[in-house]
């Protein structure tokens, strides 16, 4: 499938066709199809606010931000989960609550408002998490949750330094009318 469905600050959701860049199916100016829709089995979604977020990030970083994961189908996170449960298993350390979400219940990478980027090589994780800080603030964005503890100081299960960005809470009320489903835990400045 060629278009993905784009959900705008209000909730109402577009097809959207990718733009095709020099053979490259395209989301934002510099992120692509590859890099965001992990997890085929349906149309990806996408939170259009995440994309204005990770796109500005971009731009004032002026340097390459490589996506490592974005949109996933419920497959996708079973997966994903059942890898987790089998690399602690094997390195004999108790799975972390919250470090990969539970495929049973409603997950942020679900949602089209999650996504994961690798740090760039020259940055330092600081630094990388203060551009989505202040990208925030300048877009008139709440703060967006960041995720990093427990990616980005592993190397013994993940090899890659990554954080996972989201405004997954912003589907919810307030701001919408759907009850959040996690409400501790889905809301502005979350950081883990
Ligand atoms: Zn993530």
Redesign the pocket.
Known sequence: MNTFTLIKKDGTQIKTPYTVVDGVEMITGHFSRAEFDTGHEKNALFFEPSLLLLEHVRIKAGVPIEGS?GFRSSIKQKLIWNQYLADCKAQKIKPIPGTVANPEKPF??GTGA???LFRPENMALANFIYLFRGSCRELNLPLCRI?WKDYANQPQIYRHSFI?V?LVFMLYTPYTEISNPHPTYWKAGVEW
Do not use: I, K, V, Y
């Open positions: 994961s942020p990478h999650a996504f994961d995720g996972h989201d």
